[in-house]
């Protein structure tokens, strides 16, 4: 058996979502946000359930902080929900709202953890969305005045900040497809969604370190190793350009001030809203590049296509031979080793953080209840002993953060999909760590584990 192992001082964490862990909707001034809306307009999450108690967190801050203590992390990355620190999204700043995530900094700094917030994972406050919502410029400065003002109230205890988590999901799924909150379907809605949080990323990244200096801040982008889906010269084509609208689209403009070749057609810059000036208020100084990273994405060129992109989506979903979760996505530890070493390739060994990476299986506890998740333990064996691999090759890791601390509100799949090292019972709020979370909290005590499966 070889021994995977990690640099002195990499940081061990787990990832949670305000809105997929906190409840607490109506309390102490919070506003509406589009998933509230989303989740409460029937048909849109599977068994009409929604986040108003989800895991109950807003009331079980020490609790929580608690099984972090027992997992051994030494980083915590969760969300702030913009609708609890202005409720309309403009405007001075609740005190209630950020009081909450002052005391979960505080609980967590007193036992030396990381806290490790993002500004924004997909709450955005429903008045806003009135207002036209992401593809209206104006989000941007409003995003901006928002960071600005949670880093003035929080920038005197905590160091590393995201902005974003996973832009390019947020746009897509909730603008172009509609399965995500605020439900539109609209091409063009899209495309000027992905440039306001393109500018915002940059105007908030400005605001917040005008606030502060000494501030790390990166985002946490969603990716996905894009492979060709045939032998076609074509197919390798089209996989890289899936890779410049699904992983670099909002990396490329932060960093070099460009958007990355994605459509056959050019850039659909009016359809966009880009104006003069633009792509250097997109720029952002960002200090580190956070990595969501759970499958691979295979892509075959596509002739018919109104938009220009020319791409087609072709697996690994659907009859393949291949382990899946049981969530349906393909296990492929490659992935994110392959991932981490094109971000260090392409630009120029950037820092990188694992933000994102982990596995949905449907265990629960069994009559002595103990949750018997051997399943995940193989997962995450695979996944961080391709970080290892990562690392051994050059990349710049610097954290991992296993997708999720506790079973949460998985978005349009509601309570089916379960994440957690650490189970919930979703009736009565209790919370059961997983053989998983004992795995996990002795990996990072040593900072590494025995692999007893092979690598390809
Ligand atoms: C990511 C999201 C996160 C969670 C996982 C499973 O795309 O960032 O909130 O839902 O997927």
């Known amino acids: 058996m070889a021994r995977v192992s990690f640099p002195e001082g990499f940081q061990w964490g787990t990832a949670t979502a305000s809105y997929q862990i906190e409840g607490g909707v109506r309390e102490d001034g919070r506003g509406e946000s589009i998933w509230d809306r989303f989740s409460h307009t029937p048909g849109n999450v599977l068994g009409g359930d929604n986040g108003d108690v989800a895991c109950d967190s807003y009331h079980r801050l020490a609790e929580d902080v608690a099984l972090l203590r027992e997992l051994r992390c030494t980083s915590y990355r969760f969300s702030i929900a913009w609708p609890r620190i202005q409720p309309e999204g403009k405007g001075p700043i609740l005190e209630a709202g950020i009081d909450y995530y002052r005391r979960l ?6 036992c030396g953890i990381r806290p490790f917030p993002t500004l924004y994972h997909w709450d955005l406050p429903q008045r806003l969305e009135d207002d036209g919502g992401w593809p209206e410029r104006d989000t ?38 509609g399965v995500h909150a605020p439900g539109r379907r609209d091409v063009d809605a899209f495309l000027r969604a992905t ?60 960093l070099l001030g460009r958007y990355p070749d994605a459509f056959v057609t050019g850039l659909p810059a009016d359809r966009m809203g880009i104006r003069d000036g633009d792509l250097e208020r997109t720029r952002a100084d960002l200090d580190f590049l956070g990595i969501n990273l759970y499958n691979r994405t295979l892509l075959r060129h596509q ?37 981490l070493l094109r971000f260090t390739r392409d630009y120029d060994t950037p820092v990188l953080e694992v933000t994102e990476n982990g596995c949905a299986y449907g265990d629960g506890p069994d009559e002595r209840g103990h949750v018997a998740d051997t399943r995940r333990i193989r997962f995450y064996e695979g996944y961080l002993a391709a970080v290892a691999e990562a690392i051994a090759a050059g990349a710049d890791v610097r954290g991992y953060h296993a997708w999720s601390l506790l079973d949460n509100f998985e978005w349009a799949e509601g309570f089916s999909q379960r994440f957690g090292l650490v189970h919930v019972d979703f009736a009565t709020g209790a919370r059961t760590v997983k053989a998983s979370g004992r795995w996990y909290a002795q990996v990072a005590t040593e900072n590494g584990f025995e692999a007893s499966l092979e690598r390809d």
């Not at 900094?105 to 007193?110: E, I, K, P, R, S």
């Not at 928002?146 to 905590?158: C, I, K, N």
């Open 303 to 339: 002739g018919e296509d109104p938009n220009g992109l020319h791409v087609l989506p072709v697996g690994p979903s659907g009859g393949d031979e291949g382990e899946k979760t049981d969530f349906g996505w393909e296990v492929w530890p490659n992935a994110l080793r392959d991932i």
């Open 140 to 177: 941007a400065g409003r995003f901006a005045d928002y960071a600005g003002a949670v880093v003035g109230a929080l920038g005197d205890r905590v160091a590393d900040w995201m902005i974003f988590n996973e832009p390019s999901v947020f746009t897509s799924l909730g603008y172009a497809l």
């Open 105 to 110: 900094v505080d609980a967590l700094l007193a």
């Open 195 to 254: 440039h306001v949080v393109n500018l915002a990323q940059g105007e908030a990244c400005r605001a917040m370190r005008s606030e502060h200096s000494g501030l790390r801040i990166g985002t946490a982008f969603n990716t996905s190793a894009c492979e060709p889906g045939g032998d076609d010269e074509a197919d390798a084509a089209a996989a890289e350009r899936w890779h410049a609208l699904t992983n670099v689209w909002f990396v490329e403009p932060a």
